[in-house]
């Protein structure tokens, strides 16, 4: 924004200079806070998106691993379990640090 002089020289050579200068940074500060606000909506979409696919693949392979293990195959069962609980861990503490 230009200090009130120079609004006044430009008043002074243009008509109604003023006040299209402060539509100007209104319109510009109103375009400003929308970009910010999509911004925000759209990394919050992204986080919800990325706790969904964590969860749906936590679910799918310790349903495997309860198969395998149901299937008589301990060690790939209680293997899968522990990544999944190892990776689940890891993401909580990540998660606090951050």
Do not use: C, W
């Not at 200068?21 to 375009?31: I, K, P």
């Not at 696919?53 to 899968?80: E, P, R």
């Amino acid at each position: 924004m230009p200090p009130p002089q120079a609004i006044e020289a430009y008043e002074r050579s243009i008509e109604n200079a003023g006040e299209r200068l402060l539509r100007l940074v209104e319109s510009e500060t109103a375009h400003r806070h929308e970009l910010e606000r999509k911004i925000v909506s759209s990394d919050l979409f992204r986080a919800n998106l990325g706790l969904i696919a964590g969860i749906l693949m936590a679910v799918g392979v310790s349903s495997a691993s309860l198969a395998a293990i149901f299937q008589g195959k301990q060690i790939v069962g209680v293997i899968g379990i522990g990544a999944t609980a190892a990776l689940i861990g890891g993401a909580f503490r990540a998660r606090k640090g951050s």
